[in-house]
């Protein structure tokens, strides 16, 4: 028995001081690639920022305010994004942010403070939708967390006509604890270390960060807004679902483009065991779709789900 240990633990050593030597050999380059990276990133991000300036375009509506986003290409293809934040969320290189694949151009919405009525939002985002049809031939409707929920709002002020695709992302059809501060704290309070309160303390931290207006209150678990929507007036032809779950494959990936609240995630999705994307359980994701609704599975965190949607529905309908 002793000289079996014996042997297993010279082998365990001697892998782990090849692993180790491989990792130091290795380190300098991947860390010559991850500042690349960043540069590329950075260098990207600044040139549709430059373009942006330039060009951008505003509109001002009862409920929401809009901004053209990035580089004006010379395309058919437009997408508008459902409102996600509040307008004083955004600045300049935020909005920027949203143009991540060069097949479209990109319309970007945002709540203004003090809309109470998430169906007069969709009303509002629906006129901007047809204007735009007088430019475009393509009008791709996205939205990604709790504006995936405005868009089937929408679906009442609009025809078949004035849009291609409808995509949700990371869709909360019913609702997340996260949006929910009673929950949450039923949830937290009684987590517990030795005399350590820490459940309390993470909840201090969430109250913090959360907003907790209309917006938010939209997609609480028992929100009133979410039972009001029709998923019968859903387009099965031009609509797609994407779900994304969360792990260490997307916290990779949320390293490598420099996202920490991307990185948090899969350990946020596990603490609260949402078995989703972070942000949204995947049983939410799901809930209330018709049958024969076109359904992409991402693996992907609640932040980085947006940007791999997006170029995998272009790419797909390219072809």
């Known amino acids: 028995m002793y000289k079996f240990f014996s042997k297993t633990f010279r082998q365990l050593r001697k892998f782990l001081n090849v692993t180790l030597k491989i990792t130091l050999r290795l380190l300098p380059i991947m860390l010559i690639l991850w500042l690349f990276n960043n540069y590329r990133i950075n260098r990207k991000l600044q040139n549709e920022l430059k373009a942006q300036k330039k060009r951008q375009s505003t509109w001002q509506m009862g409920n929401i305010a809009a901004w053209t986003c990035g580089t004006i290409r010379d395309t058919n293809t437009v997408i508008v994004l459902t409102p996600e934040y509040y307008e004083d969320f955004y600045t300049e290189k935020r909005i920027a942010a949203y143009t991540?694949?060069?097949?479209?151009?990109?319309?970007?919405?945002?709540f203004k403070r003090g809309f109470t009525n998430p169906f007069l939002v969709a009303k509002d985002i629906s006129?901007?939708?047809k204007d735009l049809c007088k430019t475009y031939s393509s009008v791709i409707i996205v939205g990604h967390s709790k504006s995936s929920t405005i868009n089937l709002a929408m679906l009442n002020y609009l025809s078949d006509n004035d849009y291609s695709k409808m995509v949700n992302i990371s869709s909360p059809y019913s609702g997340t604890i996260l949006a929910s501060?009673?929950?949450m704290y039923e949830f937290l309070s009684p987590k517990k270390i030795f005399n350590w309160e820490y459940g309390k303390a993470f909840y201090n931290f969430y109250r913090g960060i959360l907003d907790?207006?209309?917006?938010d209150q939209i997609i609480q678990e028992d929100s009133l807004f979410l039972k009001q929507l029709d998923y019968s007036k859903i387009d099965k032809d031009k609509f797609i679902n994407i779900t994304a779950k969360s792990g260490f494959i997307t916290f990779l990936y949320d390293f490598w483009n420099?996202?920490?609240e991307g990185m948090a995630l899969p350990l946020l999705?596990?603490?609260?065991?949402?078995?989703?994307?972070?942000?949204?359980?995947?049983?939410?994701?799901?809930?209330?779709?018709?049958?024969?609704?076109?359904?992409?599975?991402?693996k992907a965190s609640h932040k980085s789900s947006y940007a791999i949607?997006?170029?995998?529905?272009?790419?797909?309908l390219e072809k």
């Open 258 to 260: 420099f996202d920490p």
């Open 212 to 215: 907790g207006d209309v917006a």
């Open 181 to 183: 501060p009673k929950k």
């Open 269 to 298: 999705d596990s603490f609260l065991d949402l078995d989703g994307d972070g942000f949204v359980p995947l049983k939410s994701q799901q809930a209330n779709m018709p049958k024969g609704i076109k359904t992409i599975h991402l």
């Open 127 to 129: 006129y901007l939708v």
């Open 309 to 316: 949607g997006i170029k995998k529905v272009l790419k797909d």
């Open 100 to 110: 991540v694949d060069k097949r479209a151009n990109y319309v970007l919405t945002a």
